[in-house]
């Protein structure tokens, strides 16, 4: 026990280095974005930060901003907004402090940074509730004013959006959700050899979750931040890998544009929220609302100001000259949003993408570099593939399988690969390329969209073609019998049964409609969430009338992931701005959206380990069964399919009329032609005795045609009947076989050993 405990302590330093990363998270409140509200006239800012501490009631700031306007006696009005609520909205008469050195207000170059105490007469403990230092992704934002008092001009407007340090996203769910997609990858090679194996499709299943779990946030609704940030740990499925202003393929993108006509903001150096809507999350409102509206008029002394006590403005201004101001403003990070700005960002795609610093116009060109990467690395990969799996065909030429056929496997295998890349790309492929065309920014953004929606969106559909048309010119059965169709075409129906191979289409083609509505309807919210709502009602309906798989586990997965997406679709119907919900309302819907996705992730998790490891305990537990009876009579259900032993039939194919009747119930209804077989010399019948327990199977000899094979089945036939008319006084009565079997089925059927008599 001590020496567990030593082994323990080993442990603590570790331990500690994680330390800064939860003491980074407590009880704060700071600056994530800073932003004009208006024209910059009297007050130029270049950095503003500051941190709020709940524990000591202090404020640590980093101010550097510069006043170029001579002669303005100004106002302060500081204001603050929590989901909705104005907690804070007071005015400071600037006349006021330091003996009136602020009035008028000096042209001053500002730059300082300090930590001071609260003052006792702004109890911002009271006024800030607990649970914003908890709750992930706050959204609130302080405001500062300045107002001329003698003609009420709004000189200066800033406003800064607060973060507590708590966010759904998280790096560490990037990486877990893109672990677990890695090892469902691995997991669907490794099995994917069989085109019926489950592995390959749950694969499938899980990218099509995460994709769908990232274009939730892609309509025009005013979002929670908190779902807006849950959703972007999704992105990368999307092929939207996190970058920053400064990546080289976002300058490269950037270049490309602006050499092809693009005309488009690129991405931000700085946090995207600064850039979103102001009557989105998380402002809530309109700035111009509040900038004059009801305030209080705070009036304190110079012991009270928030510099301290003894502090003057010597100790953190300087004089400045006009030009120092130009060069402040022109180095500058603080951006001018407005209403009329160009550079605000709308709900939807432009919110999204740029949360993972990504511009609006690059996102097409991010998802299409992304996906010439990803198909760099199948060529090379299958290459590889191809040359090992050419050379062990060629080492293994006595083997009864030949060369060609290997490759044939191989490259329908290959195929199959490719189609499964296909259906991956096809959410993504689908939304960006056609939003592209509505942003009309780069002629070669434009073209390069075309082609590569064209070749995903045509490679499907003839692979879609192929397999209708020969299950319209034969039957659904070739489909699942001729290997060159299954192989290639396996992630398109082998999942489903034979009568419902075309489940894949109504899938798609909801896919489709999601993505034509998601691009070309992104002004209009209301018509999005109704539309893509009904659409996924539909495909619920689907699989509940036509109950596609072939496995009653496999329909109720797909049935509970069709009903996840129906809920939270319901749910976000709750952000359509025209309902007017309120802040806090929104939250709690995102929250809970978030939940119900999560657990579907973690179910998905649990099924693709279970669907990884069962096929081994199957195996092990099939070997190390000792009881033959078992073996003999088989499980009583189909473990495999979870359906009985017994389904009804494919195809309806008319029998023999020979074997077609019904088994006799009495010998005075057997034929004359037939009672010799069924009638004994002492005119005893043999119906209703009992059959052995165990029959044991003599190998028959082989057949090499029909007449051989015919001649050794009436063989047979004399022997039985001879046989039984010899032994009639045997103590061992035989039972005796159905005169259902004709000549012919008494082809396959091997005689029992009390059929033949002992030696």
Same mark, same amino acid.
């Given at each position: ?117 609260? #003052? ?70 490794? $099995? ?37 940030? $849950? ?251 001729? #290997? ?90 709750? $952000? ?184």
């Amino acid at each position: 026990m001590f020496s567990s405990v030593a082994w323990l302590r080993r442990l603590a330093p570790l331990l500690l280095a994680f330390s800064p990363l939860v003491a980074c998270q407590g009880e704060t409140l700071f600056t994530s974005s800073v932003t004009y509200c208006s024209e910059p006239d009297a007050l130029l800012i270049e950095q503003f930060e500051f941190i709020y501490f709940q524990q000591n009631s202090s404020v640590w700031f980093n101010i550097s901003a510069a006043s170029v306007q001579p002669d303005v006696n100004v106002s302060a009005n500081i204001f603050l907004n929590v989901y909705g609520m104005h907690p804070v909205n007071y005015t400071i008469d600037l006349c006021s402090l330091f003996d009136g050195a602020l009035c008028p207000l000096p042209t001053y170059n500002f730059t300082g940074s300090d930590t001071i105490p609260i #003052p006792s007469s702004l109890d911002l403990s009271q006024m800030i509730p607990e649970i914003a230092f908890k709750i992930p992704d706050l959204e609130a934002y302080a405001q500062l004013s300045l107002t001329e008092v003698n003609t009420g001009t709004l000189k200066a407007c800033v406003q800064a959006t607060l973060s507590n340090g708590w966010s759904a996203h998280q790096v560490g769910v990037e990486w877990a959700t893109g672990g677990l997609a890695l090892f469902a990858l691995l997991s669907a090679i490794w $099995f994917s050899t069989t085109p019926d194996n489950l592995l390959p499709f749950r694969f499938i299943d899980l990218f099509y979750l995460y994709q769908w779990a990232a274009s939730t946030a892609l309509l025009d609704l005013n979002y929670s931040s908190v779902y807006i940030a $849950f959703a972007t740990n999704f992105a990368w499925a999307l092929g939207l890998l996190s970058a920053s202003a400064t990546s080289p393929i976002q300058l490269a993108i950037n270049n490309m544009r602006h050499l092809t006509g693009g005309t488009m903001a690129d991405a931000s150096g700085g946090s995207a929220v600064a850039f979103v809507n102001r009557k989105l999350s998380p402002y809530n409102a309109a700035a111009a609302l509040f900038v004059s509206g009801t305030s209080q008029l705070l009036e304190i002394n110079q012991d009270t100001v928030l510099l301290g006590p003894n502090s003057t403005l010597a100790n953190y201004a300087s004089a400045a000259s006009v030009q120092d101001a130009k060069q402040l403003d022109s180095a500058g990070t603080v951006q001018l949003v407005t209403s009329s700005s160009s550079n605000v960002l709308q709900a939807g795609i432009p919110i999204y993408v740029n949360d993972v610093g990504i511009a609006t116009a690059n996102a097409f060109m991010t998802i299409f570099l992304v996906g010439l990467m990803v198909l760099a690395i199948f060529l090379v990969v299958v290459a590889i593939g191809y040359g090992i799996t050419v050379f062990l065909a060629r080492r293994n030429r006595t083997k009864a399988t030949s060369s060609r056929e290997v490759r044939d496997r191989y490259v329908g295998w290959a195929r199959a690969w490719l189609l499964r890349l296909c259906l991956i790309a096809f959410t993504p492929v689908t939304i960006f390329a056609m939003y592209q065309w509505t942003l009309q920014d780069s002629w070669l953004s434009v073209l390069l969209s075309v082609i590569f929606l064209l070749a995903v969106a045509g490679y499907l559909s003839y692979c879609l073609f192929h397999i209708v048309r020969v299950a319209v010119r034969d039957t659904p059965v070739a489909l699942y019998t001729d #290997p060159k169709y299954l192989i290639s075409g396996a992630p398109l129906f082998a999942l489903y049964r034979p009568e419902r191979y075309y489940a894949t289409l109504p899938l798609l083609v909801a896919t489709l409609l999601k993505a034509i509505l998601t691009a070309f309807a992104h002004a209009n919210g209301e018509v999005q969430i109704i539309i893509i709502l009904i659409i996924e009602i539909g495909v619920l309906a689907t699989l509940l009338v036509l109950r596609p798989h072939k496995t009653r586990r496999a329909d109720v997965l797909a049935t509970y992931l069709a009903i996840t997406r129906v809920v939270c679709t319901g749910l976000l119907v709750c $952000f359509v701005e025209a309902i007017g919900l309120g802040a806090i309302p929104r939250v709690v819907v995102g929250i809970v959206a978030a939940v119900i996705i999560s657990v579907a992730v973690i179910v998905m998790f649990i099924n693709i380990l279970l669907s990884s490891v069962l096929p081994y305990l199957r195996r092990h537990r099939a070997t190390s069964s000792s009881d033959p009876s078992v073996l003999e009579k088989g499980a009583p259900g189909d473990e495999e399919t979870g359906r009985p032993v017994n389904p009804s039939p494919e195809q309806m194919i008319a029998l023999d009329p020979s074997v077609a009747r019904p088994y006799p119930d009495s010998s005075s209804q057997i034929s004359a032609e037939d009672r010799s077989i069924y009638t004994q010399e002492s005119g005893s019948t043999t119906v209703g005795s009992l059959l052995p327990r165990r029959w044991s199977l003599r190998p028959s000899e082989p057949s090499h045609s029909r007449n051989s094979s015919t001649s050794h089945s009436h063989h047979s036939f004399s022997h039985l009947s001879n046989f039984i008319s010899t032994n009639a006084s045997s103590p061992i009565q035989s039972h005796t076989p159905s005169p259902s079997y004709s000549p012919m089925q008494l082809q396959g059927r091997q005689p029992t050993i009390d059929e033949h008599p002992s030696p």
